[in-house]
């Protein structure tokens, strides 16, 4: 059938007149642009189904991919810096233990007490008392609290301030009341009063605990 007669026979059909039930019997055209349709619908119908689920999967995949590369490089950063990262880890220790060294143990209380009276009576100081206070128990050490009066110049309190700042044990100063003294000094001048509150640190893991006494076995009387 030529393609003219085919157009021919498309004259004057209406497509109300389709009848399913017997296909065979359409024009030539029509069954083609049947056929067409019903191709297109199961072309769109399979990656509906089909192929979009594998884009999705893919889609998955690359993330999982780029995630696994991004962890990747994250380690292969850190193994490429672990020389670093040891070396800074030392140095740490290093000064982690020259700080505690600076915290005194019980032993050392009575040594540091001394510190300070000699750091004072060195500045010219007349020392009224040193008192040293109940420990102070934190998260991860224990503040020794030492109240101090002194009597002296200006400048030889200030002396006194800068030398406990000096001292090889860490030693900080809180609390400052300076006022004129009740007292004056060998020469009949006027002086200043300091009352000052100093706290010294114990790290509290060196703190010993007290060793039980083992009790003897009692021997059999024979």
């Not at 020794?144 to 700042?165: C, E, K, M, Q, R």
């Amino acid at each position: 059938m030529a393609f003219s007669d085919s157009m021919e026979s498309l004259k004057g059909f209406d497509v109300n007149e389709l009848d399913f039930n017997n296909a065979g019997s359409w024009p030539g055209p029509i069954k083609a642009i049947v056929c067409i349709i019903l191709f297109a619908a199961l072309v769109f119908g399979g990656y509906w189904f089909l192929i979009k689920d594998q884009y999705v999967a893919l889609d998955k995949v690359a993330a999982e991919e780029q995630k696994l590369k991004t962890q990747y490089e994250e380690k292969a950063y850190k193994v490429a810096n672990l020389e670093a990262f040891r070396q800074q880890m030392v140095e740490m220790e290093k000064t982690f233990g020259a700080l505690l060294k600076q915290l005194p143990a019980d032993t050392e209380v009575p040594g540091l007490l001394e510190d300070i009276t000699n750091t004072g009576l060195g500045s010219g100081l007349d020392i009224d008392s040193i008192k040293l206070k109940p420990e102070i128990s934190k998260e991860f050490y224990v503040e020794l609290p030492i109240d101090i009066t002194v009597n002296g110049s200006y400048h030889d309190l200030a002396a006194f301030v800068s030398g406990v700042a000096g001292l090889p044990r860490i030693v900080t100063l809180h609390n400052f009341k300076i006022g004129p003294a009740k007292k004056k000094n060998d020469l009949g001048a006027d002086i200043l009063s300091m009352s000052v509150s100093a706290k010294t640190y114990r790290y509290s893991g060196d703190k010993k605990k007290p060793k039980k006494k083992r009790k003897g076995k009692k021997g059999r009387k024979k």
